[in-house]
């Protein structure tokens, strides 16, 4: 689950090419890093974080020391560590050391590369070095491969997870071996794309106490999926820097599982005294998405009403999206509207409202879905996953076409129709970055409202 009363604290000891990516990836993943290099603070930092990285990339004797001390304390405190052992196939001043911490045990988490994982596992260095980037094996070989690795190590890390990442990612724990395929091959265009996987997977695995090696998995993907989206999202053209901002944007997207709807007041003072009170409460507790849907009011109604909302939205930080209507959203300034099968075309909608305009789109089938998609929609809303008291007459979505979705389109999709806590499963959240609500909000007492919104994102 996702910690109700705080962000997951982060301390990384990472290497200083990357350490600026790493801190901003941790923050866009939901958590707070600090990168406290002086030792003599790791007694008295380290047992207060929740996870330790350790990224052995920019290498010296002394920096080796400061690893070390902090990896006893983590130890001590039984922190979630990290190891990502970075170049270590290319000497033996880097392996010894690498081979060093993983037997002292305490590690949680290995992250490596192809020509990582073999020298650790031969415990000798490679004859040619490639670099830091994930090089390509078949994959029976890379299954083999991870196996092998977290065997050997699991005798001095009992709970060990292993990755070995590459153009297919390979997992190996207690639960078996696992891969993930995808991703962008801009990555390899830009430095600190492994770092920031670390700080991606390691904020997660903090922040969740779902079982591990599944939020594991479910980082990857999301690695990979905000990978594909930042690289649409510069035209897959060769705007190396646009891209990386590109690829935080959309990580921090899928950080945000909360998409509130707003439920139509039936007059003014419902509005200001039940409406305007649920939602403020509700983004007190983290709302990525606020949209503002009404079917039945003037158009001065919808001006007073919309811009009351979008001044909440500010205050919080939260994307204000406009339902179907383009022409109240180009007036107030939202930030976006979001568009039905058979609403205003997604193209005529960024002539009107620019390239910056946020455009979500419905989508109930695997075609209406690669359709938005290549007509630029930024997110999906996909469903009726249940039944909806908001509308009855909404078709359910078996889970088949939500994989398939979820396997074919790179957009961050929105799960949509009667979600409850007790209705929303793993099962489902596995192939959602989020879900949409209305009346498990708006029905609700203001008191439980937080509650409510933790219990969802719990399931994610």
């Not at 009107?352 to 789109?361: C, H, K, P, T």
């Amino acid at each position: 689950m996702y910690l109700e009363s705080k962000r997951p604290i982060i301390h990384f000891l990472t290497n200083y090419v990357t350490m600026q990516d790493v801190a901003n990836m941790c923050l866009a993943s939901g958590g707070r890093p600090i990168m406290s290099d002086a030792t003599k603070e790791f007694e008295e930092i380290i047992p207060k974080v929740d996870g330790v990285v350790i990224n052995i990339g920019t290498a010296d004797a002394s920096r080796f020391e400061k690893m070390d001390h902090a990896h006893r304390i983590a130890m001590e405190y039984n922190k979630i560590l990290l190891l990502d052992p970075v170049g270590c196939s290319a000497s033996l001043f880097r392996l010894n050391h690498c081979i060093k911490a993983l037997k002292t045990g305490g590690i949680s988490i290995l992250k490596c590369n192809t020509q990582e994982a073999k020298a650790l596992i031969n415990e000798e260095i490679s004859p040619i070095f490639y670099g830091v980037d994930s090089q390509t094996v078949n994959g029976e070989q890379h299954n083999d491969l991870v196996l092998n690795l977290w065997k050997k190590y699991r005798v001095y890390n009992l709970e060990i997870i292993v990755i070995i990442t590459g153009a297919t990612d390979y997992v190996a724990s207690s639960k078996g071996i696992w891969e993930v395929t995808g991703g962008s091959v801009l990555q390899e265009r830009i430095s600190g794309t492994g770092c920031m996987l670390n700080s991606l997977i390691i904020t997660r695995v903090c922040g969740s106490n779902l079982d591990r090696h599944e939020v594991i998995l479910k980082a990857l993907e999301c690695m990979n999926r905000s990978s594909q989206s930042a690289a649409q999202g510069i035209r897959n053209q060769q705007r190396i820097g646009l891209y990386k901002q590109h690829l935080l944007d959309e990580v921090a997207k899928r950080n945000a599982p909360i998409y509130l709807i707003t439920q139509e007041s039936v007059d003014e003072q419902a509005f200001l005294y039940s409406c305007l009170p649920k939602t403020e409460l509700a983004l007190q507790s983290g709302v990525g998405y606020l949209q503002y849907r009404v079917k039945h009011k003037t158009w001065e109604e919808k001006l007073k009403e919309s811009r009351q909302l979008q001044a909440l939205a500010r205050k919080y930080g939260t994307t204000f999206i406009i339902n179907d209507d383009v022409k109240l959203a180009k007036e107030i300034g939202a930030d976006g509207v979001h568009l039905g099968i058979h609403d205003t075309s997604i193209r005529e909608t960024r002539l009107e409202l620019g390239q910056n305009a946020v455009i979500g789109a419905t989508a109930k089938t695997i075609e209406q879905a690669h359709c938005a998609e290549e007509k630029g929609a930024n997110y999906l809303g996909v469903g009726a996953l249940f039944s909806s008291p908001t509308k009855k007459d909404a078709i359910s979505m078996d889970l088949a076409t939500l994989q398939s979705i979820y396997d074919h389109v790179s957009l961050p999709l929105y799960g949509i129709g009667g979600i409850t806590p007790n209705l929303l499963t793993q099962v489902h959240t596995r192939y959602l970055d989020g879900v949409a609500m209305v009346s498990t909000i708006y029905q609700e007492k203001n008191e439980n409202i937080a509650k409510r919104i933790h219990q969802i994102k719990n399931k994610f």
